[in-house]
């Protein structure tokens, strides 16, 4: 078992930043790479960023590549997503993601367990 906790939503101005972490407890030996994904209301949930756990190699949305960027701290088993340049359409429940493979880290149903997800607001 994997355990996620998010942290680091909340309401920011367009064009402002954020930085959300993900923390990461228990069999993270077994992670291939963590993932963030979003859900705003009346949509599916969807890809945003992913890492491999290992390192190396990273993944983004085309909505979000060259605005966020995703690192992580292996000693702290700690996911970041670096949010710049916010906009209103950014606004979603943005959650935490560990598992994936070699092939499928930007689809939701390669990721073995979620956190409870951060609201990231921003206004206009």
């Known amino acids: 078992q994997v355990q996620l906790v998010e942290s680091g939503g909340g309401l920011v101005q367009a064009g402002n930043s954020l930085r959300l972490s993900c923390a990461a407890s228990?069999?993270?030996?077994?992670?291939?790479?963590m993932g963030w994904f979003r859900q705003a209301p009346g949509k599916e949930r969807e890809f945003v960023a992913a890492i491999r756990w290992s390192g190396g190699m990273a993944w983004y949305a085309d909505s979000v590549k060259g605005r966020f960027t995703i690192s992580r701290d292996n000693a702290k088993n700690t996911v970041y997503l670096q949010t710049n340049i916010l906009k209103p359409e950014d606004t979603a429940v943005y959650f935490c993601?560990?598992?994936?493979?070699?092939?499928?880290?930007?689809?939701?149903?390669?990721?073995?367990?979620w956190g409870q997800g951060t609201q990231v607001t921003v206004s206009s």
């Open positions: 228990g069999r993270t030996f077994s992670i291939y790479a």
């Open positions: 993601a560990a598992g994936g493979r070699l092939g499928g880290v930007r689809q939701d149903g390669e990721y073995d367990y």
